[in-house]
């Protein structure tokens, strides 16, 4: 099973490119699901306006993903008349797309991590603070640390706490990832708005 990450972004373009990457978003899930694609989103950042995104992160998991990653990936061009500015003439707004296969990333791995035991604290009675069931676990390279203290089990609050701890650390990895598809995307957004790879016609 192939799996990999998409990064949508705004490239720091006005609010209607914001809005677009929400809809953007909105397609490739739907797109997905009739797919049989297996699709989560890691991390959104939220533009000023209900409905917007400066950019998402989504991990996508399916057999074949080549169909979809050649669809998809590069400028996205929606042309729709702005819903926030009635009268401003630019129709045409742009959004990146940019597609990592996973395995090239070394996202997680399970040596970097620290794990400690302590004392859970809040309600329970007076059994609760007696035995270290608690568990933190902190990711070396990036500082990034969970508390799991959901069961009485210290091996169910360790398994809990690396799952968490793993959903944070992709998603920090793939921030960076992201920040780097922005400059990129920015630095060259002249020659690639004007190579769209897919051009998506309605009101955003």
Request: hydrophobic residues 40%; glycine residues 6%.
């Amino acid at each position: 099973m192939d799996k990999i990450i998409v990064q949508i972004t705004s490239g720091r373009g006005p609010i209607e490119c914001c809005r677009a990457v929400a809809r953007v978003q909105e397609m490739i899930l739907k797109q997905c699901k009739a797919k049989d694609i297996e699709v989560s989103v890691l991390d959104s950042k939220k533009a000023d306006l209900k409905g917007t995104l400066l950019s998402a992160t989504l991990l996508a998991k399916g057999n074949n993903l080549q169909p979809f990653m050649k669809e998809w990936q590069g400028t996205i061009q929606w042309i729709a008349q702005s819903p926030y500015r009635k009268f401003h003439k630019r129709k045409n707004w742009f959004v990146g797309v940019g597609m990592f296969p996973l395995q090239e990333q070394a996202l997680w791995n399970p040596k970097d991590v620290v794990v400690e035991t302590c004392r859970a604290s809040g309600p329970g009675g007076q059994h609760v603070n007696k035995v270290e069931t608690a568990v933190r676990c902190r990711h070396i390279p990036s500082g990034i640390q969970v508390l799991a203290a959901d069961s009485r089990s210290q091996l169910q609050n360790k398994q809990l706490g690396m799952e968490r701890l793993k959903a944070k650390v992709i998603a920090w990895q793939t921030e960076q990832l992201l920040e780097r598809q922005q400059d990129q995307w920015q630095e060259h957004n002249v020659l690639e708005r004007g190579n769209a790879v897919k051009v998506i016609e309605g009101a955003l």
